[in-house]
């Protein structure tokens, strides 16, 4: 919930013994649930970053809001890192052939906190 919706709730609640309450929630500590609700790229993007999470979002939107593959990606070897009751899982990405090909296979729907890397190529 976000604070005007938490406040709202409890102020329905206490309607049943106050007339009229007035509820004001105020956040102290905003950026931990903003730090657990994001999803990063790392590697061979043009712009690695950490960006917050939206429900619907994939693998592909968030390689696209990192500018895409630079010059040096193997995408065909990038990984999604999901953690997973304590533990994290590794899934293999084929983002050439998502990209170029539009085989949208491992076009996975991201959950917060998961993490894309994208290594480079071995020259």
């Known amino acids: 919930m976000t604070s005007s919706e938490l406040a709202q709730s409890i102020g329905k609640q206490l309607s049943n013994y106050v007339k009229n309450p007035q509820v004001t929630v105020i956040v102290s500590n905003p950026s931990s649930s903003d730090f657990l609700r994001r999803v990063r790229v790392t590697g061979a993007v043009k712009n690695p970053q950490s960006i917050a999470y ?70």
């Open 54 to 123: 939206r429900d619907g979002m994939t693998v592909l939107d968030l390689v696209l809001l990192a500018g895409g593959l630079n010059d040096f990606a193997s995408g065909n070897r990038a990984t999604l890192y999901r953690k997973i009751n304590g533990t994290t899982k590794a899934y293999p990405i084929k983002l050439d052939d998502l990209i170029n090909d539009g085989d949208v296979d491992t076009n996975y729907t991201l959950q917060p906190s998961d993490i894309v890397s994208v290594p480079e190529r071995v020259f």
